[in-house]
């Protein structure tokens, strides 16, 4: 048989033999999509578990974004990071705003809250931070920061599912969050997402929004999208909601094990949850400062790739150096986002991933670190074996 690839994640997947029956309901109903029985059971099933007021569900979570961006009318500059995956800053180019990033903090790589007020032009209308990994943005800061300039925020919160600070859902901070449900996320759909917005108003707004501005039959508000999410999804996203609980359990538990197997190792670094957090382990990334370390991040990628262990660099390069984006004023300077993506490396986890995985790709990097200490004895003993000697000269 041939060897299984270690990828960065493996997408989590409801029982089959539960998702059969809810299959065989749909056949027979012929009800597809359109905001059938599922999908209305699914919204409210996310809004009770989350702790959120209302959920619009989305086909993924671009499509929500820039659905987000058209609900509050946002024009002119938006001020975001370039420490994310691309979608955050496409959906502002597809909606005709500019980009404006700002660089960000080095303890969780989200936009630096110290660094945004500069930034602010009279053309910006409002802020699009994400919390990157799951770790919440300086959500108080941002919105102190919005309240005085008039700006609205939108989260870019796709990596955040079940995150909460202080007990609540961390989707509850800003006028709107959106939510990716990607395969690849802690929470999956196969491909989807969802709006998070506090009021019945803005719901009807987006739903109108994401069904083509459809009302009723005869009434079209305005250009709105087909970004719709089907029964077949939100059936098993259903399905999903129950396990929820145990994937993270599971994360959390390799994530323990990758923290206690790395701790000591001179030169790599992981981010600390911050007490008032219930974090949901969406990532495992790993910061690695060539320097102490003694190798850079690309040659643990490479190493590691040569085990058949298939990491990523979540997030390099940057959004902004980009053709699209690399000729915008703001894309200069963004010194700790370079530095961080420079750094980074987000290791596998997934809620199956076995123990004896994980012990290896300890030891491939201890093993790294090792050498790399030995070299720099060698050099240093050398180093004073020549003083020595020119001494003796
Ligand atoms: N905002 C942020 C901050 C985001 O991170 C994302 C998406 C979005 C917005 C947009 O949300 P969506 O529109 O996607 O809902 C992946 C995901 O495709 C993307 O959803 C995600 N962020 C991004 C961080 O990661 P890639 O290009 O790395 O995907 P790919 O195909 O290389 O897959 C990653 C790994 O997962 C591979 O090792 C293979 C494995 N995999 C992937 C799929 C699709 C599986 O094992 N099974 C699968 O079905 O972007």
């Given at each position: ?106 303890d969780y790589?989200n ?20 919390h990157?990994y799951g770790n919440p943005c300086a959500v ?20 955040a599912?079940g995150v909460r600070k202080n007990g609540s859902s961390i ?100 981010l600390d949850v911050a007490d008032d957090i219930d974090y949901n382990y969406a ?111």
């Amino acid at each position: 048989m041939e060897k299984r690839k270690i990828l960065v994640t493996r997408p989590q997947l409801p029982p089959l033999n539960e998702f059969i029956p809810l299959l065989a309901d749909i056949w027979e109903s012929r009800w597809l999509t359109n905001n059938g029985k599922y999908h209305q059971e699914f919204e409210k099933a996310l809004a009770h578990y989350l702790g959120v007021p209302y959920v619009c569900l989305f086909a993924n979570g671009t499509l929500a974004l820039m659905a987000a961006l058209q609900c509050l009318r946002i024009k002119g500059e938006v001020i975001t990071t370039p420490y994310s995956f691309v979608a955050t800053t496409h959906s502002l180019k597809w909606n005709h705003i500019k980009p404006v990033f700002v660089d960000i903090e080095p303890d969780y790589c989200n936009l630096d809250p110290a660094k945004i007020e500069a930034a602010i032009s009279p053309q910006t209308t409002a802020i699009l931070p994400v919390h990157v990994y799951g770790n919440p943005c300086a959500v108080d800061q941002i919105q102190n920061l919005a309240d005085i300039y008039g700006l609205k925020v939108i989260y870019d919160a796709a990596h955040a599912f079940g995150v909460r600070k202080n007990g609540s859902s961390i989707f509850n901070y800003g006028d709107l969050s959106i939510v990716s449900f990607h395969a690849t996320k802690v929470f999956n759909t196969v491909e989807g997402g969802a709006i998070i917005c506090h009021d019945l108003k803005t719901k009807k707004r987006i739903d109108y929004l994401k069904n083509f501005g459809i009302a009723n039959e005869t009434t079209v508000i305005g250009p709105g999208i087909n970004a719709k999410m089907n029964e077949l999804q939100a059936a098993y996203g259903l399905l999903q909601l129950k396990y929820f609980d145990t994937v993270i359990d599971a994360r959390k538990y390799i994530t323990d094990k990758y923290k206690k197997g790395l701790q000591s190792i001179a030169g790599i670094r992981f981010l600390d949850v911050a007490d008032d957090i219930d974090y949901n382990y969406a990532y495992f990334p790993v910061f690695i400062d060539e320097l102490q370390f003694g190798q850079s991040r690309d040659a643990v990628f490479e190493e590691l790739k040569k085990h058949d262990i298939f990491a990523r660099r979540y997030f390099y390069p940057l959004i902004s150096e980009f053709p699209t984006y690399r000729s915008l004023p703001s894309a200069k300077g963004l010194h700790v986002a370079h530095e961080m993506s420079r750094q980074i490396i987000c290791l596998p986890l997934y809620p199956d991933l076995p123990d004896e995985i994980v012990d290896l790709i300890i030891s491939i990097i201890e093993n790294m670190s090792e050498v790399s200490a030995a070299k720099i004895s060698v050099n240093v003993l050398s180093d004073l074996n020549r003083n020595h000697d020119l001494h003796k000269k």
